[in-house]
């Protein structure tokens, strides 16, 4: 099944406009949620440079991202975004070749390194220690839309 990533790094115009860029990017993960192709989306602040910001998505199909940039919602907020906002914006997209978790436990040093499908990353992240049960940290979706993220049945996945 292929998998798409979309990656960003933006700068905004001003430290206001980022202020207001956050409430319209809030507001995205009860969009994305109803998507059928989409996965996964993180936003986070360079460590090196606080005016650079990266966004990375992960869809199901190439048909699922478009859907995505012409939903009516995305489109209003690109538009206000461009309008001034945005100052630079550089887009990559990339199509998934493998997906690999490597996880040491840190109660009874179990190495675990297999290959999953991203399409149910959220299942398998919540996966115990198949020897001692210890619960892995998983990140669930935030009210901020900085991390949203969710699992797709492979059976309803249209390429």
């Known amino acids: 099944m292929a998998i798409y990533l979309s990656m960003q790094r933006v700068r905004f115009s001003s430290p206001d406009a980022y202020e207001k860029f956050k409430v319209v990017f809030g507001d995205t993960r009860h969009f994305l949620m109803e998507l059928p192709g989409f996965l996964h989306l993180t936003w986070w602040e360079h460590p090196d440079d606080p005016g650079w910001f990266n966004e990375c998505s992960f869809w199901t199909s190439k048909k699922a991202l478009y859907d995505w940039h012409t939903d009516t919602y995305h489109k209003y907020a690109k538009a206000w975004a461009a309008n001034g906002a945005i100052m630079e914006d550089i ?69």
């Open 91 to 159: 887009i990559t997209n990339f199509e998934l070749v493998g997906t690999r978790l490597l996880r040491i436990c840190p109660t009874c040093g179990e190495l675990q390194d297999k290959e999953y499908e991203l399409a149910q990353e959220q299942a398998v992240l919540a996966e115990q220690c198949p020897t001692c049960g210890f619960h892995f940290p998983v990140l669930g979706e935030q009210p901020s839309s900085f991390a949203v993220f969710k699992d797709v049945d492979p059976a309803t996945i249209v390429e």
